[in-house]
T-cell receptor
Framework: GAGVSQTPSNKVTEKGKYVELRCDPISGHTALYWYRQSLGQGPEFLIYFQGTGAADDSGLPNDRFFAVRPEGSVSTLKIQRTERGDSAVYLC??????????????FGPGTRLTVL | RKEVEQDPGPFNVPEGATVAFNCTYSNSASQSFFWYRQDCRKEPKLLMSVYSSGNEDGRFTAQLNRASQYISLLIRDSKLSDSATYLCVVRPNTGNQFYFGTGTSLTVIP
C-alpha cells in the first residue's frame, strides 16, 4: 500500500518568506508527527497530532512554526518569516497510535528546505 | 542531558565482521525502544523493535538492559548493504514523543 508522502521534496526559499510543507500519512493512521533533521543529527521532534488536534506541540522552536491537520489526515507545516537556521530536512511520520509498544512510526521521504 | 545518546562513530568494519552499537537513555520510565536504519539522504526506516527479553531477526540482535538504561544492536556477518546510519529511538511511557539519538554511522568495507 501507499506509504507516507510529502511534498515538495525540495524547497528553496529566501530569508523572510513563508513556506508550507505537506504530509499525507498512511491511510488509517491516526497519529502524525513532524520532525526536523539537520545534517549529522537524528530527527528532532516538532509536533504530534492525534486525529485533528495537536496533542503535543512542545517541540516547535518558536511561534514562526505552526502545523494543522484539519480533517485528521493530511497535515501542513507552516513556517513564517523563514530564517537560514530553518534549513533542514522536515520529516513526517505516521502511526496507528495504538499506544502499545508495537506502535511504530513510518516516515515519509522528507522535504529538504533551504533558506537562502 | 540528552534523552538518548549514541556514539556517532563512524564504524568501519570488513565484510563478515560482527559489530555492536550501544545507546543509552535518560528516562528510566521509557516504554518502547526501536532501532531505525537511515541511508544517506533517505528517510529513517524501522529495523526492529527492542523487547525486554531481547529479540533477533536474522543477522540482527537487539537487547535491552533496563537496569543500566541502554539498548544494543548486534550485526553479525556484516554485508556491504548494511552500510547506513543506525538510529536508536526511545519512547517514554507518558506522551507520544519519540526521542531519537544522533545515529551511529556504519560502513562495511569489501
Amino acid at each position: 500500500g501507499a506509504g507516507v508522502s510529502q511534498t515538495p521534496s525540495n524547497k528553496v526559499t529566501e530569508k523572510g518568506k513563508y513556506v508550507e510543507l505537506r504530509c499525507d500519512p498512511i491511510s488509517g493512521h491516526t497519529a502524525l508527527y513532524w520532525y526536523r533533521q539537520s545534517l549529522g543529527q537524528g530527527p528532532e521532534f516538532l509536533i504530534y497530532f492525534q486525529g485533528t488536534g495537536a496533542a503535543d506541540d512542545s517541540g516547535l522552536p518558536n511561534d514562526r512554526f505552526f502545523a494543522v491537520r484539519p480533517e485528521g489526515s493530511v497535515s501542513t507545516l507552516k513556517i513564517q518569516r523563514t530564517e537560514r537556521g530553518d534549513s533542514a530536512v522536515y520529516l513526517c511520520a505516521s502511526s496507528f497510535a495504538s499506544g502499545g509498544p508495537g506502535d511504530t512510526q513510518y516516515f515519509g521521504p522528507g522535504t529538504r528546505l533551504t533558506v537562502l | 542531558r540528552k534523552e538518548v545518546e549514541q556514539d556517532p562513530g563512524p564504524f568501519n568494519v570488513p565484510e563478515g565482521a560482527t559489530v555492536a552499537f550501544n545507546c543509552t537513555y535518560s528516562n528510566s520510565a521509557s516504554q518502547s525502544f526501536f532501532w531505525y536504519r537511515q541511508d544517506c539522504r533517505k528517510e529513517p526506516k524501522l529495523l526492529m523493535s527492542v523487547y525486554s527479553s531481547g529479540n533477533e531477526d536474522g543477522r540482527f540482535t537487539a537487547q535491552l538492559n533496563r537496569a543500566s538504561q541502554y539498548i544494543s544492536l548486534l550485526i553479525r556477518d556484516s554485508k556491504l548493504s548494511d552500510s547506513a546510519t543506525y538510529l536508536c529511538v526511545v519512547r517514554p511511557n507518558t506522551g507520544n514523543q519519540f526521542y531519537f539519538g544522533t545515529g551511529t554511522s556504519l560502513t562495511v568495507i569489501p
